[in-house]
């Protein structure tokens, strides 16, 4: 008798964390990859096909109740996913907020930019997620997994980034709730801290840490930490990771 | 020649912790009442009067752009506050969250309750006030100040308290990102964490830490809490303290 | 029939904070000062009795239990504080720590030095203090104190200050073990962040924060904070402040 | 040619946490054992002998300056070791503080003796440890890595656990200034916050979190998790996690 197949979805997918995350789950679950646009998904879905793995996009904006709740119906009728239980959701999603700028010279725009991609989009994707993660507990291989991308500004709200660490503590603040409830229940909820630029194709002139080798973090290594909180026995599960350069300064 | 009079505001007025914030201030600026509707301010206001001091209250959506600038407009306006300065600004707004329960049967409307009372009332209101406070700076006698009220779980997300948490984490980052950018430039911001069952009429009948007397905090030594940081000289500001009965376990 | 006279206790006295703290508490209490040597409090006590206030010094080294049981021994035997209640004790030992250099450059008796005078001091002092502080819990006019003077090293460790981070962090983790023990028996425990150069007159040629005004911290700031922790009614204890000039980046 | 060798030390070893360590990092490593007592490693080196890897004990007190030296000038001594370069030291001790008691009712002896395992053990065998690693760099096959084992206490100081928490603050603050002056020279420094019963064979009739399955950490959990730590890539280090059973509160 076939064993239950398991899957992952990753939210908030692009060119940088989201691809390698996507890579990395897809080596052992098929994934579901949301993004706001197409064009953000369809060549890692190409990707992972042609690598022998399973993977579909949906189109969706996470900020949006009914997005998220057909995207997750949308993944019930899909060939490879129907029936299948999820092992793991990655709320990888960021959003604007602006940019660096003065309190006084930003806009309630760029506040509800940042609330709406960060608390708020991750609060429907748990919605929809968590259910899903808690019916996997007694079957999935590892333990179900939820865990969301943070920043520095999780814990620092900095001069002139108001709107970015309105959102990042936002979000904190309900992933740590979120873990106090569900760890009891065996599902595992995971905050990273990513202190670090990230080295993807948008950030490859910047000139980070005086351009040593490895200052910016390697995007693939976000990936593996991920791939390695989702594997944690029960007995020992991590929370709260960092994560930066070995020439970042904190 | 007269000196220039200075005045305080108060966002969050009721039966409880911003009674007692106004009428201490009142006891040195007119202060302005800010309230959802004018039941909440109105005996303030009637106290503050018949002992001497100077009050108005304005009714006020703290969660609308709109509603906050027309009531700073208004002030300007207000005999008595017309070409007064800015001296102090209370954010002590909580809003609702949807009370207690499992994250599953929450709504996004109890978290939308919550984004918007906290971080983006705050966003709001802090829009209004510190362009007046920075204007005050040179001439006002104790620095200019925004104080925020935040609570326990501004630093710790609870189990089942999620739309909580997410509300004053995210109210916590503002709080410290416009410290750092304000504090420089002679504006004092600090956040108060009320960790606390408040002694108010709506708790009098709670049993809490026993019954010992003074279990409860009383709303007048947070009121006390707020002078004395608003008074701290520019040399040592506090960018943050924490309140509780001496019984209260933490 | 005279009430029962009441008098406070610190530790660390020299030219800045201790001195400062010393002036503030002798305006209402009878104050004990001690410190290693007797030219560190000679001129305070002077000062003192010259402004009609009570005070004595006693020769004192907190890393010695014989000293520290010594000290608390005479003031019992001392005019004017026979008989009397303690109702405020500070412990302001800072102790040398070999300075700011690489870790692989200090030796052990750095770190000797920094773990004597900040852990081991001040549970030498809380050990002979909390007793006296004890009993004072029902006719102290203000809730029995202690208050802990830390730093910014007491909550991040940062490079080259391997000893001075070692000995703050004890030092804040044995105060936040008193205060949870204390607080419920009804006395006071603080700790507070000094994260600033103190203006004394061993700072006065630094130049601090590009040498504008109140750049530095003025230690009579820190004596009115500390007041003003030992006047707080017990329905709401401050357990932790930070305190930083305006100017201060954080 | 033959590569160079690359050895592990661990230091705190015995029937729980130590071992699983030692056992894990074995399997790729010679690893050297410190205890102050020859029972505590005698039976791990020939459980690792027997498994074909290699591994010597060395009986050694880490609150003792010379004998940490003199372990360490030992195992250059030492067939398998000599000439060979350090790729992880781990600091696992952890030392008695006079267990649980009010504080009135520790001794000063307690508080040494927290002291001395904790902070100066861990100084001194990072001050020997820390060159190696540092030579290691350019070779070794994962960065040169210093993890330290905490506890809940390192972040938290409870009642009754003064002496716990003294301890262990002390040593998270140490390990954070040797991570931000050791990373940028390519040695990664990490601390664990442990939050947990650990299930070894002294709390095998503990019941825990109500005696349900996993409900204990097991130190293998922990011994993956510190050999993920060492196995990280520069790019992108983690200094610090928590580990806690699902069903732990916190």
């Given at each position: 008798m076939a064993s239950k197949t398991f899957y992952a979805v990753i939210a908030?997918?692009?060119?940088?964390t989201g691809r390698s995350v996507a890579l990395k789950f897809a080596k052992t679950y098929p994934v579901v990859l949301l993004a706001r646009n197409p064009e953000s998904y369809g060549d890692i879905v190409e990707e992972i096909v042609d690598a022998g793995g399973r993977a579909v996009g949906i189109t969706t904006d996470v900020t949006s109740q009914e997005s998220v709740e057909s995207a997750f119906a949308q993944i019930q009728k899909t060939e490879g996913f129907a029936g299948a239980g999820l092992a793991a959701a990655i709320y990888n999603v960021s959003g604007g907020?602006?940019?660096?700028?003065p309190f006084l010279e930003t806009s309630i725009d760029d506040l509800d930019a940042s609330l709406s991609a960060n608390p708020r989009g991750l609060y429907l994707f748990a919605k929809s997620a968590l259910p899903l993660l808690l019916q996997s507990v007694p079957e999935s291989p590892n333990p179900p997994t939820l865990i969301v991308t943070g920043a520095t500004a999780s814990t620092r709200g900095s001069a002139f980034f108001s709107g970015f660490a309105v959102g990042k503590f936002a979000k904190r603040g309900l992933t740590q709730s979120l873990a106090r409830e569900f760890h009891p229940r065996g599902v595992h909820v995971a905050h990273a801290i990513i202190d670090a630029v990230i080295d993807i194709p948008r950030t490859r002139g910047f000139t980070v840490?005086?351009?040593?080798?490895?200052?910016k973090l390697d995007p693939n290594a976000i990936a593996d930490e991920y791939w390695h909180l989702h594997t944690q026995h029960r007995s020992g599960f991590t929370q709260e990771i960092d994560l930066r350069p070995y020439v970042e300064k904190f």
């Amino acid at each position: 008798m076939a064993s239950k197949t398991f899957y992952a979805v990753i939210a908030g997918v692009g060119a940088g964390t989201g691809r390698s995350v996507a890579l990395k789950f897809a080596k052992t679950y098929p994934v579901v990859l949301l993004a706001r646009n197409p064009e953000s998904y369809g060549d890692i879905v190409e990707e992972i096909v042609d690598a022998g793995g399973r993977a579909v996009g949906i189109t969706t904006d996470v900020t949006s109740q009914e997005s998220v709740e057909s995207a997750f119906a949308q993944i019930q009728k899909t060939e490879g996913f129907a029936g299948a239980g999820l092992a793991a959701a990655i709320y990888n999603v960021s959003g604007g907020f602006g940019g660096r700028k003065p309190f006084l010279e930003t806009s309630i725009d760029d506040l509800d930019a940042s609330l709406s991609a960060n608390p708020r989009g991750l609060y429907l994707f748990a919605k929809s997620a968590l259910p899903l993660l808690l019916q996997s507990v007694p079957e999935s291989p590892n333990p179900p997994t939820l865990i969301v991308t943070g920043a520095t500004a999780s814990t620092r709200g900095s001069a002139f980034f108001s709107g970015f660490a309105v959102g990042k503590f936002a979000k904190r603040g309900l992933t740590q709730s979120l873990a106090r409830e569900f760890h009891p229940r065996g599902v595992h909820v995971a905050h990273a801290i990513i202190d670090a630029v990230i080295d993807i194709p948008r950030t490859r002139g910047f000139t980070v840490n005086n351009g040593v080798p490895d200052g910016k973090l390697d995007p693939n290594a976000i990936a593996d930490e991920y791939w390695h909180l989702h594997t944690q026995h029960r007995s020992g599960f991590t929370q709260e990771i960092d994560l930066r350069p070995y020439v970042e300064k904190f």
